[in-house]
């Protein structure tokens, strides 16, 4: 038998057979989106299809799963994120030296009081192809404080009013990296962030590539609709600011209902894993000046349609 290698770049190089047949338990956490899994090792869970399907399969179900006492290596980090695709690095957020797509959010009170956390946002929606979903692991957190939020945006379209569906059906938006990210940056230097991720467009109702819902898909980094100033919309010019903003402005606030959320209390090694492309998410930055450090997989998705 292989003894175990437990240093924090190295996978296990032997693994029992019972644990990589254990079953799941699920626990939903909200009757809308969220459930907690249990006896599961997530460190040795990529190595097992069968239960990599049952997780993905979990994830369409609930779109955020939870799981805690995850106590794995970056390396087995990174293996189970990569099972469900390419891992992505972040122009902005810096990773893991030795584990590209390993991205440090690290807090405390010598860094800044960035104020990319305390918003309703899905990841990177800057980007062309947007993520398909992400895996944040808790390194160290503060006692109390710290949770996060995600929403289920599929039950948020959903529950919308006809008139309104019919009036976003074909509406598209810009996203933006600059006017978030890069907004507190020097000029040149938000502009040339712009050039190298210029503003993407996608569609204001997204259709899930595998389970087919229709999903709300605006967020903290919608800036303007590309296509609302036609004659369905616009009697006369005054109507397009007003009338545009307006509409955007509603479409946000339906991150904010209660009734589509679930929100997570982080413990050392607790793992966050969600679907990207169906949620929306707020980290709540109420903390200071207590450390606060997570790693996140994020992992490369598709256009959206």
């Known amino acids: 038998m292989t003894t175990t290698d437990l240093s924090p770049d190295k996978a296990p190089a032997y693994v029992p057979a019972a644990v990589l047949n254990s079953t799941p338990r699920v626990e939903p956490l909200t009757c809308a989106i969220g459930a907690e899994v249990s006896n599961v ?9 069968d239960l990599m399907t049952e997780i993905r399969a979990l994830l369409l179900k609930h779109k955020v799963l939870f799981f805690r006492d995850q106590d794995f290596t970056r390396a087995e980090h990174v293996a189970f994120a990569s099972y469900f695709g390419e891992l992505e690095d972040h122009p902005v957020a810096g990773s893991d030296p030795d584990h590209p797509g390993l991205v440090r959010i690290y807090k405390s009170p010598d860094t800044p009081n960035d104020r990319y956390e305390n918003a309703w946002h899905t990841d990177a929606t800057w980007r062309e192809k947007p993520p398909f979903g992400c895996v944040l692991r808790c390194v160290e957190c503060p006692p109390v404080g710290g949770d996060t939020t995600w929403v289920n945006m599929a039950l948020a379209y959903e529950k919308l009013p006809d008139h309104i569906k019919n009036q976003i059906a074909s509406l598209r938006a810009r996203h933006s990296i600059e006017a978030t990210f890069g907004a507190a940056m020097p000029t040149e230097k938000r502009h040339a962030l712009k050039a190298q991720f210029p503003d993407a467009e996608h569609p204001v109702v997204r259709t899930h590539p595998e389970t ?10 919608t800036t303007h ?16 600011a007003p009338g ?18 679930v929100r997570w209390r982080f413990k050392k090694n607790s793992i966050a894993f969600w679907d990207n492309r169906s949620t929306q998410h707020y980290a709540v ?15 490369k998705g598709n256009a959206a349609f």
């Not at 090792?41 to 299809?49: E, F, K, P």
């Not at 307006?246 to 589509?260: G, H, K, V």
């Open 41 to 49: 090792n997530l460190g040795v869970a990529s190595r097992d299809s």
């Open 212 to 221: 087919g819902e229709k999903i709300l898909f605006v967020n903290a980094f």
């Open 225 to 240: 609709f590309t296509n609302f100033h036609t004659p369905e919309n616009v009697r006369f010019g005054q109507d397009f």
């Open 244 to 261: 545009s903003a307006l509409l955007l402005n509603y479409l946000l606030s339906q991150a904010t209902i209660p009734e589509y959320q």
């Open 285 to 299: 930055h109420d903390y200071w000046p207590a450390e606060w450090k997570m790693q996140r997989a994020g992992i």
